[in-house]
């Protein structure tokens, strides 16, 4: 299987500026780039399912770039609904220092850069000789993203920051022979932009592909967990926090996520698929990738003590946790179910327990009592003495 046929197979292709890309992957050495914005001061596992291109790429002797945008992050990409906040420069500073350091800590001794770098210099006169003159207004309308905002209206500042992207592309394919940028679907519009600024003011072939974005089965955004990200700061998700998020993904997609996230071989992922199909109730399909994302981003030990601790749970390991057959079905209220397993008198009473800092579920402290459980199957914790496992409908 050819490197492009394994990007396929793992569902990594949706859309291509030229079949060539097909060739240049298979036998060029090529470099390329893929950036985010440092919006936060940590990445999230949405992130994480795009950055993880770098590592196979460059398995087969590319050379990635990762930029992480200090000047485009001044801006803010436009969102399909309503345009960001700003951030302060010296925010916005600190969230680069920050996001490159996890970058390294995660993906290794790649070649980083900043935008604001090439960008801070350019003033507004040369921005709109040297790069709007390049860009027609009803080119730039028809991009999706600003078609969505046409209604309600979006800014000059959010309309320009396709021009900046395209400003990144053409730089580091003037300087860095960058030709090619990787990005997901969402980013299509500003990288296509991007090609065609090479195009123009090079009259030099630029490539870009993206990736599908990773959802649920429902098709909304995956990596959110009773409305809260899934970050990769250890800080922000724990360790294992993390693991239990991957060994409770949907049992439709949890092959789809083995592809995506881990770099097990085909036949290895296509033995546990055939385990899943014909013992789903063994989860040695969940298991794996709970390990192997936890394993990439957190280091085997991390990975090995969450996993531990998560069979600990569910083995009754815990004091010989008690089982609790609830009445209640998957997706009932927290409250509800500390109610009916006995946890708490009363839905008061169980309130209070949470936002007192009371209760953990599944390793991980409860903090909203507007949360739902979504698993059968889910450790509860009261103080320092109270487990019971809890089985729902």
Same mark, same amino acid.
């Given at each position: 299987?050819?490197?492009?046929? /394994? ?11 030229? #079949? ?6 298979? /036998? ?45 992050? =001044?801006?803010?990409? #436009? ?17 680069? +220092? ?114 599908? =974005? ?17 970050? =990769? ?22 092959? /789809? ?12 992922? +296509? ?24 394993? $990439?981003?957190?280091?085997? +030990? ?8 998560? /069979?600990?749970? $569910? ?37 209070? =327990? ?40």
């Amino acid at each position: 299987m050819t490197l492009f046929e /394994e990007l396929k197979w793992r569902g990594l292709v949706k859309d291509m500026t030229s #079949p060539g890309i097909e060739k240049l992957l298979n /036998e060029g050495e090529v470099t390329f780039y893929i950036g985010t914005d440092p919006t936060g001061d940590s990445l999230h596992i949405g992130h994480l399912s795009s950055f993880l291109i770098c590592k196979r790429l460059a398995e087969h002797g590319h050379h990635p770039i990762i930029l992480v945008g200090g000047a485009t992050g =001044l801006i803010g990409d #436009p969102r399909p609904s309503k345009e960001r906040e700003m951030i302060t420069v010296e925010k916005v500073n600190e969230n680069v +220092e920050k996001l490159t350091k996890q970058l390294k800590k995660t993906f290794g001794n790649y070649e980083f850069v900043n935008n604001y770098e090439w960008s801070k210099d350019v003033d507004f006169i040369s921005f709109l000789r040297d790069y709007g003159k390049y860009f027609n207004v009803n080119y730039m309308v028809n991009k999706d993203i600003v078609k969505r905002r046409l209604d309600e209206g979006i800014t000059y500042t959010e309309f320009s920051y396709q021009i900046m992207q395209a400003m990144d592309f053409y730089h580091l394919y003037k300087e860095k022979n960058c030709i090619m940028q990787v990005a997901g679907q969402d980013q299509w519009g500003n990288i296509t932009s991007g090609v065609d600024l090479i195009r123009k003011k090079l009259g030099k072939e630029a490539y870009a592909f993206t990736m599908p =974005l990773v959802t649920k089965k429902d098709g909304t955004k995956f990596g959110k967990s009773e409305g809260k990200a899934i970050w =990769l700061d250890p800080e922000q998700t724990s360790p294992y926090e993390f693991y239990q998020f991957f060994v409770n993904a949907e049992d439709e997609m949890v092959i /789809e996520y083995l592809k995506r996230f881990t770099f097990l071989t085909r036949e290895e992922i +296509e033995a546990l698929e055939s385990s899943h199909q014909k013992q789903p109730e063994l989860r040695e399909a969940h298991k794996a990738l709970a390990f192997e994302v936890t394993k $990439f981003v957190h280091g085997e +030990e991390e990975a090995l003590n969450a996993k531990k601790m998560s /069979e600990d749970i $569910f083995s009754g390991g815990v004091d010989n946790m008690p089982v609790v057959e609830s009445s209640l079905a998957v997706g009932s209220g927290l409250l509800d179910v500390l109610v009916d397993a006995g946890f708490a008198p009363s839905k008061s009473e169980a309130r209070r =327990l949470v936002e007192q800092g009371g209760i953990t579920v599944d390793g991980v402290k409860a903090t909203d009592p507007k949360a739902t459980i979504d698993t059968q199957e889910v450790a509860i914790q009261k103080g320092k003495k109270v487990f019971k496992r809890v089985l729902l409908k």
